[in-house]
């Protein structure tokens, strides 16, 4: 299957696992569940074409590792990134030393004087390599990576989460516990 098909199945994905599960029709449990086969046919009756294979295909292929199935592959949801209300279930972690954030340096000044804000999410997306924050912040224009003192913050008391693809979630950034780092 080409690259840009799974992107853009990918992003639909997210757009009704994430964001709008009406727009096909389909309802997430508390944990952010679908069922499958309901899904492949609300995708089916919107105009596009998925099948079960198609749709194991991408799961297994995307680079983000956004979606996960349960053990028997009959529901789906995403990892996170969620703006309708969901309860992932991930149980707090102690989060390494250091983590990072990518943005774009037209958003830098207000998140220094802000912090990290989940905005419309349920958490921060912070990323555990420099790498993986320099893709997410070229997503947005020109990239900016913040080095996040995750070891200050989990000691001042605030809680980490881990996701099954290996992004760290938290509610909120201070601006204490950034640095800016050059890319």
């Known amino acids: 299957m080409p690259e840009k098909e799974i992107t853009r199945i990918s992003k639909f994905l997210s757009l009704v696992l994430r964001h709008q599960p009406e727009k096909i029709n389909i309802t997430l449990d508390e944990n952010g569940w679908t069922d499958v086969a309901t899904l492949i046919q609300q995708v089916n009756k919107s105009g596009s074409r998925l099948s079960f294979e198609i749709l194991d295909f991408v799961v297994a292929n995307n680079n983000k590792k956004r979606f996960a199935f349960n053990p028997d592959k009959t529901k789906i949801r995403a990892h996170q990134g969620h703006s309708v209300e969901i309860k992932l279930g991930y149980p707090p ?51 900016v990576i913040l080095q996040v003192d995750a070891a200050a913050m989990h000691a001042a008391g605030l809680v980490f989460y881990l996701s099954e693809n290996q992004v760290w979630l938290t509610g909120l950034v201070h601006a204490e516990f950034l640095h800016v780092l050059t890319t």
């Open 93 to 143: 972690q102690t989060p390494p030393a250091v983590l990072y954030h990518g943005t774009s340096e037209k958003n830098l000044a207000s998140i220094l004087a802000e912090g990290i804000q989940k905005r419309n999410r349920h958490q921060v997306h912070l990323s555990p390599d420099k790498s993986t924050a320099l893709t997410v912040g070229q997503r947005h224009g020109k990239p």
